[in-house]
Every structure is written in structure tokens, then in C-alpha cells.
């Protein structure tokens, strides 16, 4: 009845997420109707949708991970001393070794963290280069008299641009600032990993050891957004020459070597749903934020976690350098990526570590910038299927001074990816629903803007259809 047994030759050597699922949170597919009715009571701003009516929710990466049971355990047994906690002891130890710095200053989160930073080293009138503004350190950096100047490569901002480490800093952009200002009017370089605002995109090591060599004989101090170190860490191993072998904690230790402290959101690689802090080397500089950490965020022993969320924190700190874990999270982005990219969607390269983009212009051609594409196709990928997303374009760019829209070149949707939180399964029903907006977008029209707020519109903004 049945021939020989026949086994293919090209069998793949494929490989698994390092843990099993324990707990389960029920998720519901609302009707297309109550898409429809929901999308509209929210002003057709994603933003403004209840979780309860998101299925797949690919809004933020931030303080959306799952926990672990051990970092669970953590929370039972959470020292909530309010001086000396036993878990700012652990918290500390952690980071001295795997980060490498001394000092360690717990804060509610990495805003907190970015604001005393920025008090104890900018002074008014001074330049803080970066590789690339985020919102909220560029607003500490301001409030705190300083200004932000963007020392980016320029291929971060050409989308088509297939360029592996987009993130680098561009020393001679540095150097023109330098020569203009000189040392002194320099507060320090702001140096992100994986930065965000361009896609996810990591640093190399040789740039972040360039970079220390230029700063230390001009004795300027070199400051690590950490926040996704871990995941740039990740593409060192992978994309960069000489680091095929080393471990994660190693190629993390070596990185952070080059600078001279960091703040963190605990809420991305640190996979937890809370917190953040700020390392330093420095005694004096230490000593400093102390001072002002119990003004605005508590004691400097807890800096407003609790101490169960400190224990967590330091249970997920030694878990995101496991390297099984950290191929699964970057590769399952890269996993979206590529199915997207079978379909046909336009998405933006290389893939980055927290999320897939999708290059809307090339969605919707026939669409004026004016009408919000990105706006409406985030819309239209939740009518669909219920999948949250977030624009990441002319809407989020906000105005200039005189109150014109600033017109990016990058309109943009973003699918985020949660940290252990949805399978090969949740991200193939998300692609599938991609590419079917994708085959209507000749159909699809823009959105006009009725409700704009003076500042970060995107949050709040309110749209109506224009067909
Ligand atoms: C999220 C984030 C921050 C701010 O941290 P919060 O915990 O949200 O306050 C700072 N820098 C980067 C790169 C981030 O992604």
C-alpha cells in the first residue's frame, strides 16, 4: 500500500523558545462591528482603543514582558524595608557585575533616571551630543538648561539603506560640534543602544571603543542609554567580526567599559513591567544623584520601586543575558519581518530588535502626507484583525515653531513586540492580516485631523474618514 519511507534531505536545524508557558491571559477577537464602533470612539487614534477590545497588541514593547516564575518568586518575597531593602543588595550586585558600574541609583523608571542625570551634569548652554534624540531624554536634557545635537550616522535616516549598525555615532559630526564649542561647552555624549527612534538599530563595538578613545583624551564623559543594550548586544554576536564566540555578558561588560555610566528603563531588557536606574562610576557624580534621588523619587535604597519589583528586576537582568534567550526575542522580530516580506509588505531594513516598521509610502503611494497614511493604515490593520499597532509619522512629528507639520520622510507603522509574551502562531495570524490591508490599499483613503492637543498630538489626536 505505502512505498518506501522517504525523509527529506534538507531537513532545517530549527530551535525553540527557552521556556514553556505556565500562566495564560485570555485574549478576545472582538466583531468586525465592535472594531468598527470601538475604532471610531476612539477618534481612529490606536492610542485611544481599550486593551480589552486589542487582540494582538503590538502598541509598545515598554513594561508589557511576561515574567518568569522565578522573577515571580521574587515578588513573594519582596523586602519592603524602607531603608536597606535586601533586594536594593541584590539589585546592586547584579549591576556592578553585569553591567560594571559601582554605583547603582534605583528610580521609578528610566525617565526618572534621565532627569537626575541630566541635573547633576549639564550645565545651561551646554551640547549634548547623541546617536539620535528619544523623547524623554531630550526633554530632560532641556529642562535641564542643556541642548540636544543629533551625531547619527546619516544612513539611519535613508530607510532603503541596508547598513548594519544604522545606530553608530558619526565622529566627525561629533567633531565638528567639538571644534565649535570646545570640550567645556560639552556636557557629555549621549550614547543609546539600539536606538529607537531609528528602527531598533544597533551601535558596533568598534564605534562604542572609537568613540571612548576620542571622548577621554578631550576628557569628555561618554553616557550609556542602556535600555536595550542586551538586544544590540545580541547583533554584536551576530553581525559583528571577532564576536561570533564571545558570550552576551561579555561582548555587555566590554560595552558598557567604553562609558562612563547609564540609565536604564528596566521596563525593555530587564523584563519586568516597572522601574528604572542610573549606574555611575564617578564617587562625587554618585553622591550627587543620591542627594537628589531622595527629593524626587525616594530613599536611595528603593528610588521608587518597591523592593519586590527590585528583586524581579534583578532576576531578569541575569535572565536576558541567557543567550537562547535573547536569539529567540530578536529572531522572533526578525520571524514577523521575513513573513511579512514573503508577502510582498513593505517593511523597513534591517530588521531591528524590538520591532518590525512598515514603510507606508510604499503602502499607499496615491495618498498626500496630509491625509496621514500611517494614521490610517495603524487603523486599518486593526479593523482587520484587531491588531494594535502605532504610527510613526507625520502625526507623531508634531509642528515646528510657527506651527507648520513637520513632513518626515519616514511614515511609518510600527509592530512592537512584546518580550515572551506571543508565539510563531500570534505573529503569522498578525502578517497574514498585514498583507490583506496591503492588497486594498488602493481602496484605502486618508483621515482628516479634528481634535489636535498642542504637544505629543500623537497620543490624543482625534480623526475622522475622509470616504
Ligand atoms: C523607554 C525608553 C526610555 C524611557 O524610559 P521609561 O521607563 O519609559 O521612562 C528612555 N530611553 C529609551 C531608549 C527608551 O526606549
Not at 535604597?301 to 543575558?321: F, H, K, L, N, P
Amino acid at each position: 500500500m505505502f512505498g518506501p519511507m522517504r525523509i527529506a534531505d534538507n531537513i532545517p536545524t530549527s530551535w525553540c523558545e527557552p521556556w514553556k508557558i505556565k500562566t495564560i491571559e485570555h485574549i478576545h477577537l472582538a466583531s468586525a462591528e465592535e472594531r468598527r464602533s470601538a475604532l471610531e470612539i476612539a477618534g481612529w487614534n490606536t492610542f485611544l482603543l481599550p486593551s480589552r477590545r486589542v487582540y494582538i497588541d503590538l502598541l509598545t514593547d515598554s513594561g508589557t514582558n511576561a515574567m518568569s516564575d522565578v522573577q515571580w518568586a521574587a515578588i513573594m518575597t519582596g523586602d519592603e524595608a524602607y531603608a536597606g531593602s535586601k533586594d536594593f543588595e541584590r539589585l546592586e550586585e547584579v549591576v556592578q557585575k553585569v553591567y560594571g558600574y559601582e554605583h547603582l541609583i534605583p528610580t521609578h523608571q528610566g525617565r526618572g533616571a534621565e532627569h537626575i542625570q541630566s541635573q547633576i551634569m549639564i550645565k545651561k548652554g551646554q551640547i549634548v551630543p547623541g546617536n539620535m534624540y528619544f523623547t524623554t531624554t531630550k526633554f530632560h536634557q532641556e529642562h535641564a538648561g542643556g541642548e540636544f545635537e543629533d551625531v547619527i550616522v546619516d544612513e539611519a535616516f535613508d530607510p532603503h539603506s541596508e547598513f548594519e549598525f544604522k545606530g553608530n555615532v558619526d565622529l566627525a559630526k561629533l567633531d565638528r560640534i567639538v571644534q565649535r564649542v570646545g570640550p567645556q561647552g560639552i556636557a557629555y555624549v549621549s550614547l543609546e543602544t539600539n536606538v529607537n527612534m531609528c528602527g531598533g538599530q544597533p551601535i558596533s563595538m568598534a564605534n562604542a571603543r572609537e568613540l571612548k578613545a576620542y571622548c577621554s583624551k578631550l576628557g569628555i564623559k561618554v553616557m550609556l542609554d542602556a535600555t536595550r543594550a542586551v538586544e544590540n548586544c545580541y547583533f554584536i554576536n551576530t553581525k559583528e567580526a571577532g564576536y561570533e564566540a564571545t558570550s552576551i555578558s561579555a561582548i555587555l561588560a566590554e560595552l558598557c567599559s567604553y562609558t562612563d555610566g547609564c540609565t536604564i528603563s528596566g521596563k525593555k531588557d530587564c523584563l519586568v513591567n516597572i522601574g528604572g536606574f542610573l549606574a555611575l562610576r564617578d564617587d562625587h557624580l554618585a553622591q550627587m544623584a543620591r542627594e537628589l534621588v531622595v527629593a524626587f523619587e525616594g530613599l536611595h535604597t528603593y528610588g521608587g520601586m518597591a523592593g519586590r519589583d527590585m528583586g524581579a528586576m534583578a532576576v531578569g537582568i541575569v535572565e536576558s543575558q541567557d543567550f537562547e534567550y535573547i536569539r529567540a526575542r530578536v529572531e522572533q522580530v526578525g520571524y514577523l519581518g521575513k513573513r511579512l516580506e514573503r508577502f510582498g509588505v513593505p517593511v523597513v531594513k534591517p530588521f531591528g530588535g524590538h520591532a518590525i516598521y512598515l514603510n507606508v509610502r510604499d503602502i499607499l503611494p496615491h495618498m498626500p502626507q496630509e491625509q496621514y497614511p500611517a494614521q490610517r493604515i495603524a487603523a486599518e490593520l486593526y479593523l482587520e484583525s484587531g491588531v494594535r499597532s502605532m504610527e510613526r509619522g507625520i502625526v507623531s512629528a508634531g509642528r515646528d515653531h510657527d506651527g507648520n507639520e513637520y513632513k518626515p520622510d519616514l511614515e511609518l507603522v510600527r509592530l512592537t513586540i512584546p518580550r515572551r509574551v506571543y508565539t510563531q502562531s500570534h505573529l503569522d495570524y498578525v502578517s497574514e492580516a498585514c498583507a490583506r490591508v496591503c492588497q486594498r490599499a488602493e481602496s484605502i483613503r486618508g483621515l482628516k485631523m479634528v481634535y489636535e492637543p498642542g504637544s505629543l498630538r500623537f497620543f490624543q489626536a482625534r480623526f475622522e474618514s475622509l470616504n
